[in-house]
């Protein structure tokens, strides 16, 4: 069966803010997708083929992970109630 890749958001640990491009590859290694890495917020977004992401959590450097919630804007000029 196969899971489709969501988006999360990983944040990283104050003490590995410097070294947050080594945390991005170690989450490369555990099947992450990067798409972007945030140096100035401590953050890095991608996709994960799995929904248990409490295996990246283990990640050294790794505080948080969370998926990545979308919302979507009515088209301009259309009425909104």
Known sequence: ??????SII?????EMLPHI????EELT??????DRVLR???AIS?????NNLSNL???NGVQSVEEELVAELPPAG???R
């Open 1 to 6: 069966m196969r899971v489709e890749p969501q």
């Open 10 to 14: 990983v944040t990283v640990t104050d």
């Open 21 to 24: 491009d080594q945390v991005a």
């Open 29 to 34: 290694a555990q099947g992450v997708k990067v």
């Open 40 to 42: 100035l917020t401590g």
């Open 46 to 50: 991608g996709s994960y083929p799995s």
């Open 57 to 59: 959590e283990s990640t």
């Open 78 to 80: 259309s009425f909104v």
